[in-house]
């Protein structure tokens, strides 16, 4: 069965570190990978995707996202936090014989100032 | 450029009553997906619709129906509510002729409250 784990529920930087929150996936062949943000009482705002070539992907805000394939994993990383990245992340995968995205609990992300 | 709109922003039922709700698509796509995010979970993938037809369909119920107008924009419909329908409705347009790469982008939700 296709799964998303994001295994912290919560992550806490100070303003200005780098910042990682991590998913893993357990999904049959090359799937299509995603991330999206949530503030509260909004809906979801895509962030950046993987779909081939290179591992490293860089998306909207100063995200970015490495895929790799032998651990199954797409984190999701920052250089240096801000205070309004403080929000819900979620992880999600489409497989690429299917329409449907796959979607983690999702990790709150703290920025403390 | 208008991005995905859905409204009611808010509806409050009760159980057994039936709900509809709205999604306008983003301008130039053609395909809508609709999900139900329970309050602290992740989304769950209802049904996507393409050409006016359901294209595919998660693990709901019969309860749960849709349809996409000419337009692209569509409706979910959710017949005798349950106290567990309780979420936030999210729509999700994407252009699917880019093949299966298109991103969806979802609209701010309807929050469903079943009393």
């Known amino acids: 069965a296709q799964s998303v784990a994001q295994p912290e529920d919560q992550v806490n930087v100070a303003e200005g570190n780098p910042l990682t929150v991590k998913c893993t996936y357990s999904?049959?062949?090359?799937?299509?990978l995603f991330w999206y943000v949530q503030y509260p009482n909004r809906g979801l705002q895509f962030l950046l995707k993987?779909?081939?070539?290179d591992n490293l992907v860089k998306g909207s805000y100063g995200f970015e996202a490495e895929f790799n394939k032998s651990q199954t994993s797409f984190h999701l990383k920052k250089p240096s936090a801000l205070v309004s990245d403080s929000a819900l992340y979620f992880c999600?995968?489409?497989?690429?014989?299917?329409?449907?995205?796959?979607w983690g609990a999702g990790t709150k992300l703290i920025i403390k100032p | 450029d208008a991005g995905v709109t859905q409204s009611p922003t808010h509806l409050i039922k009760t159980r057994g009553q039936q709900v509809t709700l709205r999604c306008s698509p983003k301008?130039?796509?053609?395909?809508v997906s609709w999900y139900q995010q329970a309050l602290g979970q992740g989304p769950q993938f209802i049904f996507q619709?393409?050409?006016?037809?359901?294209?595919q369909r998660g693990n709901f119920p019969d309860r749960f129906s849709g349809h996409q107008f000419p337009n692209y924009s569509s409706e979910l419909n959710v017949n005798a509510l349950l106290l567990g329908d309780s979420a936030l409705y999210l729509c999700?347009?994407?252009?699917?002729?880019?093949?299966?790469?298109?991103?969806?982008?979802f609209g701010p939700g309807t929050r469903l409250t079943v009393l």
């Open positions: 999600a995968v489409r497989d690429r014989g299917n329409y449907q995205l796959i």
């Open positions: 999904v049959s062949g090359n799937p299509y």
């Open positions: 993987y779909i081939t070539g």
């Open positions: 301008s130039g796509h053609d395909t």
């Open positions: 619709y393409y050409e006016e037809e359901e294209r």
């Open positions: 999700a347009s994407s252009f699917v002729r880019r093949l299966r790469t298109d991103t969806q982008y």
